[in-house]
């Protein structure tokens, strides 16, 4: 290899080894083949349990920084008739290769299998629309999440569920690509089963090309360790969930956003009030079932329109969700609200959107406060934020 490739070829590596280093939770795969006449050689690398590289070769195995494992590269490189490099990430692959004509570096993004494009093919399927989480690409993903089978198949009686979620990621989406945060934090508040925060994920960072962390939180163990297995068996490194309780739960410093599925009753309480606690930039929160308001809140001069049960529960619903919406208003964030799906689909379809202004709202929080006196309601909304004005916190920035 002459010197003006051997200095191309060190340039290019300096970037798969900047890539190995910063992008270390989005790696997916490593792998190097050497020629030599008829000889045939292959190298592996993978995560080790540190933030060193395991790099296996003639049976070998090797811990190496990625200092070290592009030097190996380098090294054989020089030492066959041809060498390819590929290095992978989450929606992306590098390719360098080294002939006799030169040193050439290709980019592409991750080639997708005959049998996803032919599992794309379902005639359930909205032609019409173009989804932003693809079976075709995102295979794996909505495999893991029982979308698919485990042949690849779309499950027919999960087509409104995979609608449900595509239908929610294309609502949030414009928050995130007009970000210029330099890593998305995201918090999944109730996440149970997490589909949404594997969704979220790979949107953001296979879809947008962002760097991303999500942070799954719910009360319950079991949910929680069975997310973290998932996300181990996906590869999903920038994944964290937790075991707390919302009541008590202090979030990161830096919040880009939280997000809630049908968190049930005061959860989606306890997920806006952690919002609100963690500062968080946007809301995007799809309440489920209401129950808190339903014996508080006194209307006399409508009691006639809410004497039956059902009458009342549904009102209860919308006076509950419509609270929650004028109470973020009244802590300083810009609100809308749209059905995200049919109601045929769910009932439980508004997606509360909330962008935080940085600004009072004192209209907003004297509207709140008089419909509150007038209807003699307190929600666990209402709790967490009086908790939050009678605390005082102290940040490293104070101390400064």
């Known amino acids: 290899m002459q010197k003006g490739e051997q200095n191309k070829l060190?340039?290019?590596?300096t970037g798969i080894r900047a890539r190995m280093t910063q992008n270390r939770d989005y790696f997916v795969a490593l792998d190097m083949k050497f020629r030599a006449g008829s000889k045939r050689f292959q190298a592996t690398v993978m995560h080790s349990d540190d933030e060193s590289w395991l790099l296996r070769f003639q049976?070998?195995?090797?811990?190496?920084n990625a200092q070290q494992v592009v030097d190996f590269f380098a090294e054989h490189a020089g030492a066959y008739e041809e060498a390819t490099l590929r290095y992978a990430e989450r929606g992306k692959e590098t390719v360098i290769s080294c002939t006799p004509r030169g040193v050439q570096m290709k980019q592409a993004e991750t080639p997708i299998a005959a049998e996803q494009t032919a599992a794309a093919a379902n005639p359930?399927?909205?032609?019409?629309?173009?989804?932003?989480?693809?079976?075709?690409?995102?295979?794996?993903l909505l495999r893991e999440i029982g979308i698919?089978?485990?042949?690849?198949?779309?499950?027919?009686?999960?087509?409104?569920k995979y609608n449900q979620i595509d239908h929610y990621v294309e609502l949030v989406a414009p928050m995130f690509e007009k970000d210029d945060s330099e890593e998305l934090v995201l918090l999944d508040c109730a996440c149970g089963k997490s589909y949404l925060s594997f969704v979220m994920n790979y949107?953001?960072?296979?879809?947008?090309?962002?760097?991303?962390?999500?942070?799954?939180?719910?009360?319950?163990?079991?949910?929680?360790?069975?997310?973290?297995?998932?996300?181990q068996r996906l590869g999903y490194h920038n994944m964290q969930f937790l075991q707390a309780d919302l009541r008590t739960y202090t979030p990161p410093k830096r919040v880009t956003a939280v997000i809630s599925l049908h968190a049930c009753d005061i959860a989606t309480d306890l997920a806006l009030g952690t919002?609100?606690?963690?500062?968080?930039?946007?809301?995007?929160?799809?309440?489920?079932?209401?129950?808190?308001?339903?014996?508080?809140y006194t209307l006399p001069s409508l009691e006639p329109l809410t004497k039956y049960g059902v009458f009342r529960a549904r009102f209860n619903d919308v006076l509950t969700d419509s609270m929650r919406a004028l109470k973020l208003e009244a802590e300083g964030y810009k609100v809308s609200v749209v059905e995200y799906i049919s109601p045929l689909d769910t009932p439980k379809n508004l997606l509360i959107r909330a962008v935080r202004t940085d600004?009072?709202?004192?209209?907003?929080?004297?509207?709140?406060?008089?419909?509150?006196?007038?209807?003699?309601?307190?929600?666990?909304?209402?709790r967490r934020c009086a908790d939050l004005d009678n605390s005082f916190f102290l940040t490293d920035d104070d101390l400064l």
């Open 148 to 160: 698919l089978t485990e042949s690849g198949k779309l499950k027919n009686d999960m087509i409104r």
């Open 203 to 231: 949107y953001l960072c296979e879809v947008l090309g962002r760097r991303c962390r999500i942070i799954g939180i719910d009360i319950n163990e079991h949910v929680v360790e069975e997310s973290r297995k998932m996300a």
């Open 124 to 140: 359930l399927l909205d032609s019409g629309r173009q989804y932003l989480i693809r079976v075709d690409k995102a295979a794996a």
């Open 10 to 13: 060190s340039l290019l590596l």
């Open 275 to 296: 919002a609100i606690k963690a500062c968080a930039k946007y809301i995007a929160c799809v309440p489920c079932c209401h129950k808190e308001l339903l014996d508080q």
């Open 59 to 64: 049976g070998a195995d090797r811990v190496m």
């Open 359 to 382: 600004r009072d709202n004192p209209r907003a929080r004297e509207e709140y406060d008089a419909v509150r006196r007038a209807l003699g309601t307190t929600s666990e909304l209402d």
